[in-house]
């Protein structure tokens, strides 16, 4: 079933979203500095998060029912 | 009285024969290239019977038996179609047209004259 | 304050409503107007995640630790993403077997294992019951929160009977069974509970986003605000930031608070019930693993802003932080905000406490309570012909049971963490699921005997090392086993376990419980062979989506009487009921009742109905008591599989002859067609030829019949009718040949004598052969070669055949005396251009392709040769590799010319 093109590119997200979410690439967030007053670590993981799902939703209405 | 014969034929040599023919039996003889040149000798010269060639350029001897026929002037032109191709296909069309005979190529003079007399007496 | 019947007034019609939302959906459902039939329901249903735990508690996390709550939302998302594979197999297989729970899932996998349905229920239980617990602790501090006068003591009463959180639980209870366990359905589907969830799930969101923009907007001036005050009281800094002094591991413990809670997301209790079991279609998955993970976003904006908020106004380490949403508003006078905040907790931990009840009391009355009382026969269950109301009462008391377990915890621990730990507790419990859930739907070499070995292991690796702690802390226990390690043996200390250091007690827990569970599941199974029932379960759990469910193995073989089927039907199901579904199941098979035949099929349907209502491996024993069984080898598994495998084959096979049947038959009929043409092509010909032999045959019987009438002709007469007869003839003998020629060549048979050819000379040959024509016609012939021109292989004869051709073909169109003809000779490395053109009549363009078609002249008027000079001169140059064409205007003249060449032939 992972031969799906919409499979594969819901594994291939899940990968980048783990990846996205952890050790190292998170570091790149923590810095004390802010970005129109917020602290750049909170919003850059949200900021990040909202990517996440807009990607998702992106990917998964775009793609046509299989079966 | 003088009857009048049109011959529509493209090729030369057999308009040559023909009208040489008919002039002999004492027709008055028009004679036309092409299916166009046919028609329009049709309505000015007003022929008591046509000899037409099938296969002419511009239009087809089937072409101008159609046009002729759809015409009520025309109803009762006698036609006699001349063709050298021997398919049935061909002389079933000729006739569904309204052609009053059908003669195939290359015919007898004789022949030719009978139908061409018969034809024209009955019609008077 | 506010009174406290007014925010009691106000939570009871705030219940009294949703119980009406609940009931019109149920009443809605009857009548075929499915009100949660859609993704928005849907995706609003799941986030029956969002318990008070999040309402309260992430405010509580985020003021202790910053950013620290949102992977608890952020496991979720990850869980989503995956969503549409993962969740949508679990539908599919929980659909395909009436799975009703997740007890039941892993049970069914292994072999309708009675003993692995305990263990997860039990599991489950001790698990959710702290959970619940907070639940109630929610709504009970939420109201003296409310009810309490600013800045006294709650003080809570000594006696249950005084207590309002019991009242708060009974209540529960009630709505719980309203909603949950009114009547038996054998899908276990609630379409009023999901419903009023969705509905709660709204409320939630609409409190506590209006107590954010309140917080964020109205007391402080915006986000930065709050961040810029929050930065000013110095040690407020580290909230914001990932890697902390005091805690070096810190991206590990982050990464063991998203797995865990994406596998939490996927084995709660309460987000498999309606995630999977309440899931109407699997196709509203789609859009419901994003706007889920929206949700999430949307409900924890405002989190981290509140808890710096009530960080700012109260004072660090003053005041609860779990309940800054309420004591926020409260604190600035804004009373009915706070209630409206309130409300929001209220759903929260409602939703939550209802379809988690709802959940687990299946789980307990299922696969602890009824295959307990059916294997004891207790209260002559055996005996009784409807067991339908009896398993609605054991489902109503498990829900008392189940929240009176959680107000006795409340009780005793409640005060004892704060909320999120409680959480936390839970979801590693559930996490130990995880390695026989998904092995179990993506491995097919998982064994029963795995899957018990690490489902218990890592249950009491997780009790130790993280529930006894837990307990002990709370002051119920000598924490000395703790500090020391049980018995003084320092190995054994239950959060350094083997002396495992550096990691907090949540990372560790669930490192040593997943390790041990991991390895015990993988290392069992792998072990020892499955059985046969084991192994066809997990051929129908891992290739779920291969098949259709009419094409399905069914593994089972023995003797059965359908009678006997349709009783045991009905003891669980009840007589209507059980009379519908076996009508609807013989219509299926086309057949009546009576003509029903006690197969495999039927035994395994009736099987499947009653795994919705008791579980599949209480059905399985009940089928079992009413049946001839013969044992199941592993053999008759493979052998039934092939069996099934080789219709689906065969099936596959014949749709595969009967569409290349189609495409033998698509073809046979595309050659019959190209024959016909063919046929009609030949007959086409074979009339052409007719008419070019007949046509000056015509003429020279005509004037010979002529000639031989009249013997007294005048002699030119004569003379002019036998040059006819004469050039009729010559016409006639070119046919023949030409049209002998172009059989040879299209036939193949032609004779081709290739040597070196130079076209000039060829050119000039040819002008030279029909110079005598031209001048009889009074047209000029102008030549244009190069001095010299270098020689190409082909037949030179061929060649001055097509020049000449192509010279006649232009003497025959242009006018006399006036005409011209040029004849130009361009030569190239690659080969030789030959153009001929004329000041003609030239040829209109529709009849400019026609020209080199056989019999196909031109219509200009002008008599001309037999319309096969071009054909055959084409097919010539097209002989050679080369090509010839024609450009032409009308009453422009004509170019023909032709290109040869000089490599492409030998």
């Known amino acids: ?67 | 009285m003088i009857r009048t014969i049109l011959i529509a034929d493209d090729e030369p040599n057999i308009l040559i024969s023909l009208e040489f023919l008919m002039k002999r039996e004492g027709f008055r003889v028009l004679v036309a290239h092409n299916g166009q040149e046919a028609l329009d000798q049709v309505a000015n010269e007003a022929p008591d019977l046509i000899l037409l060639d099938v296969m002419m350029p511009k239009k087809t001897g089937f072409d101008v038996c159609q046009e002729l026929r759809a015409q009520e002037a025309y109803q009762h032109l006698p036609i006699i179609m001349l063709t050298a191709k021997g398919r049935d296909t061909d002389i079933a069309k000729g006739k569904a047209l309204g052609a009053s005979d059908y003669i195939l190529k290359p015919f007898s003079t004789k022949e030719l004259v009978q139908k061409v007399r018969d034809i024209v007496e009955s019609s008077t | 304050m506010l009174s406290t019947s007014l925010v009691i007034g106000v939570a009871f019609t705030y219940l009294l409503i949703l119980f009406a939302i609940a009931y019109s959906a149920d009443r809605a459902a009857l009548k075929g107007r499915s009100w949660i039939n859609n993704p928005w329901v849907y995706a609003l249903s799941m986030a029956v995640y969002c318990t008070a735990w999040t309402y309260f508690g992430s405010v509580g996390r985020a003021a202790n630790s910053g950013v620290w709550f949102l992977p608890i939302y952020l496991g979720p998302t990850l869980a989503m993403i995956l969503g549409w594979l993962v969740i949508r197999k679990m539908i599919r297989i929980a659909k395909t077997y009436r799975i009703t729970s997740i007890a039941d899932f892993i049970a069914s996998r292994y072999g309708k294992s009675q003993r692995l349905a305990s263990l997860v229920t039990l599991i489950t239980l001790v698990g959710i019951i702290p959970y619940l617990a907070l639940q109630l602790k929610a709504i009970a501090s939420g109201y003296q929160m409310l009810t309490t006068p600013l800045n006294s003591t709650v003080l809570y009463p000594s006696h249950w009977w005084q207590d309002s959180t019991f009242y708060i639980a009974l209540l529960l209870v009630g709505f719980t069974i309203m909603f949950g366990a009114r009547h038996l359905d054998s899908h276990e589907r609630h379409e009023g509970m999901v419903a009023a969830i969705a509905f709660e799930s709204v409320i939630k969101l609409i409190g506590f986003i209006a107590v954010g923009v309140f917080v964020t907007y109205y007391l402080f001036n915006g986000m930065s605000d709050i961040f810029r005050q929050a930065q000013a009281i110095g040690h407020l800094n580290a909230l914001f930031s990932f890697n902390t002094p005091a805690n070096p591991l810190a991206h590990i413990q982050w990464f063991s608070l998203l797995l865990l809670s994406l596998l939490s997301m996927l084995l709660l209790p309460r987000q498999f019930q309606v995630m999977v079991v309440e899931a109407v279609d699997e196709k509203h998955l789609k859009r419901a693993v994003w706007m889920f993970p929206l949700y999430l976003v949307l409900i924890n904006i405002f989190v981290l802003p509140i808890a710096l908020a009530g960080l700012i106004t109260f004072g660090v380490g003053q005041g609860n932080a779990d309940l800054f949403v309420l004591s926020l508003p409260l604190h600035s006078g804004y009373e009915w905000l706070a209630l409206l905040a309130f409300i929001g907790g209220v759903s929260a931990a409602t939703g939550m406490v209802i379809v988690e009840a709802t959940a687990v009391a299946t789980m307990l009355c299922n696969d602890l309570i009824m295959p307990w009382l059916l294997k004891r026969n207790g209260f002559g269950l055996l005996q009784c012909s409807d067991l339908t109301q009896i398993i609605l009462w054991i489902r109503r008391g498990a829900i008392l049971i189940l929240l009176l377990l959680g107000y006795v915890y409340f009780k005793v621990a409640g005060d004892a963490y704060a909320l999120v730990s409680i959480g936390l507790i839970s979801f590693a419990a559930v996490a130990q699921f995880a390695p026989s859930f998904f092995g179990g739907m993506y491995w097919k070499g998982g064994t029963e005997k795995g899957a018990w070995g690490g489902l218990l292991l890592g249950f009491v690796m997780w009790g130790y090392t993280l529930m006894l702690p837990s307990i002990a802390k709370s002051g119920w226990m000598d924490t000395s086993f703790i500090n020391e390690g049980p018995f003084g043996i320092a190995l054994l200390k239950p959060e350094q376990f083997l002396g495992l250091t550096g990691l907090d007690n949540l990372t560790h827990a669930l490192f040593w419980s997943l390790w041990l569970n991991i390895v015990a599941y993988v290392g069992m199974s792998l072990w020892k062979q499955p059985s046969a029932r084991e192994t066809s379960q997990a051929l129908l759990f891992v290739d779920v989506f291969k098949r259709k469910t009419h094409s399905a193995p069914v593994f089972w073989q023995g003797q059965a009487q359908v009678q006997d089927l349709m009783q045991l039907m009905m003891r669980f199901l009840g007589q209507d009921r059980s009379t519908l579904l076996f009508k609807q199941y013989a219509q299926y098979q086309g057949l009546t009742l009576e003509q029903l035949q006690p197969n495999a099929q039927l035994v395994h349907f009736v099987e499947t109905q009653l795994s919705g209502a008791i579980g599949s491996a209480s059905a399985r024993t009940m089928v079992e008591s009413v049946v001839d069984e013969e044992p199941l080898e592993l053999e008759d598994v493979m052998h039934i599989l092939e069996e099934a495998s080789q219709l689906r084959a065969y099936s596959k096979a014949l749709e595969e002859k009967s569409l290349s049947l189609e495409q033998a038959t698509a073809e046979l009929r595309a050659a019959n067609e190209q024959l016909k043409s063919l046929d009609h092509l030949k007959d086409d010909f074979m009339s052409s030829v007719t008419h070019e032999l007949r046509t000056p045959l015509t003429s020279i019987r005509a004037l010979t019949e002529l000639m031989l009438d009249d013997p007294d002709m005048e002699w030119e007469q004569r003379e002019q009718f036998m040059g006819i007869i004469l050039a009729e003839a010559e016409r006639l003998g070119r046919l023949v040949n030409q049209v002998l020629d172009m059989a040879k060549i299209e036939g193949g048979h032609a004779e081709w004598h290739t040597t070196d050819v130079d076209m000039k000379a060829i050119i000039h040959q040819a002008a030279t052969s029909m110079s005598a024509s031209y001048l009889e016609k009074g047209v000029s012939l102008q030549l244009k070669t190069p001095e010299t021109v270098a020689v190409l292989r082909a037949d030179a004869d061929r060649l001055l055949q097509v020049v000449l051709n192509l010279l006649s073909n232009a003497l025959k169109f242009v006018p006399s005396q006036t005409g011209q003809v040029t004849v130009a000779l361009k030569d190239a490395p690659e080969g030789i251009t030959i153009e001929v053109l004329d000041n003609g009549i030239g040829i209109a363009p529709e009849q400019q392709a026609l020209v080199f078609e056989k019999f196909r002249q031109a219509d200009n008027g002008v008599q001309q040769g037999t319309g096969l000079g071009l054909p055959i001169s084409r097919q010539i140059v097209e002989h050679f590799g080369g090509h010839m064409w024609l450009h032409s205007e009308l009453g422009q003249g004509a170019c023909f010319g032709f290109f040869l060449p000089r490599l492409a032939h030998e």
């Not at chain 1, 079933?1 to 190292?24: D, E, H, Y």
């Open chain 1, 1 to 67: 079933m992972i031969t799906k093109p919409l499979n594969q590119r819901l594994i291939g997200w899940f990968l980048l979203a783990v990846s996205l979410l952890n050790f190292p690439l998170l570091l790149l967030w923590s810095h004390s500095v802010t970005w129109g007053g917020i602290p750049l670590f909170p919003l850059g993981l949200f900021i990040v998060w909202v990517v996440l799902v807009v990607g998702l939703a992106w990917i998964i209405e775009r793609t046509p029912d299989e079966d």
